[in-house]
């Protein structure tokens, strides 16, 4: 089924809603807000933490809902890829709901991440398996801090809206590409960046559709210098290369897109190019949805009642959970 055409968006400075319609094949932004939240609004953590301050945060929320001219009882909400992560792992069998799946979900990702996974929510979906795994099935797991989750639900649902679901920024903007013409099989990939981190997603292009074969977050200390965050991006892009090679050795990767804060598209591409050893395209003028009255020279369209444009990458998930069918 098709979600909702708009989407709030939460992150550790601010709220955010974007409303779309679909006309000639893309999406027209008709409406978007951003709200600034206080610093220290949420607890800190390495999955993040609920807000500080419950009851502020529930009025932030509501004023937000309040001010908007679109009715909205229904929505997708996106948040960082550092509060819902991700993880693959292979599975022989996997029971079909209940409590037996929740068993077999959580022993999977003990094995696999450093975190308490008695607190963590977590959901999972199939995907391809990769060319000489060992278990027939592979899982694309994801997981947050319940206390997180739920508030977030909570908060929503007293301002009278009910959250159908919960996506990151990373998986939510893969929506949001247009299939560029790779062979049917190739790879695509997806670069984010964030203040304080980036996140990379490759999918394999099939029927038209992306699958992601691999998801990866990385966060960055305030204090790493230029040069070491450069060497480091440069790194993990040649370790995602050869992993791609080794372990998918049939799809080439046909291309890249990046979605980076204005002033920051030049370097990133330098350090993703240099990485990859392949050209990277902008979000801005690149493969994506056509989302007109978001600006941008490849768009040729003026805002919708002088609406200002949201940073590329939060318009691309926003946009991206809007196109996403998820099940009925």
Partial sequence: MAPPPHAFACSEDALAFAAFSREDGGLVLREYRRAPLEPGSFQQGLLGGPPRDP?????????????????????????????????????????????????VLR????????????????????????????????????????????????????????????????????????????????????????????????????????????????????ALPLEARAGAVRRDMRLTRRYLEDHIPEAPLGGVTLAAPEGESALWAEWLERGLDLPVALADDGPVVEVRGAGGAARGAALQGGLERPPWPELLSLAGTVCQEVPG
């Fill in 55 to 103: 009851r502020l945060f529930d009025e932030r929320v509501a004023e937000l809902v309040s001010s908007l001219e679109t009715p909205v009882k229904e929505s997708s909400l996106v948040v960082p890829d550092g509060w819902l992560r991700t993880a693959f792992a292979g599975v022989a069998d996997l029971p079909a709901n209940g409590a037996a799946r929740e068993e």
């Fill in 107 to 222: 022993w999977k990702l003990k094995r696999l991440v450093p975190f308490r996974v008695d607190e963590l929510r977590v959901r999972a979906f199939e995907v391809a398996p990769l060319a000489g795994q060992e278990e027939p099935r592979r899982l694309l797991l994801g997981f947050g801090v319940e206390s997180l989750l739920g508030a977030l639900e909570r908060s929503f649902e007293s301002a009278g809206v009910h959250v159908g679901r919960i996506a990151n920024q990373g998986l939510s903007a893969l929506g949001a590409l247009a299939h560029p013409a790779v062979a049917e099989g190739g790879l695509i990939g997806l670069v984010l960046v964030a203040e304080r981190g980036y996140s990379a997603v490759f999918a394999r292009v099939a029927d038209g559709q992306t699958e992601p074969v691999l998801h990866r977050f990385k966060s960055f200390s305030d």
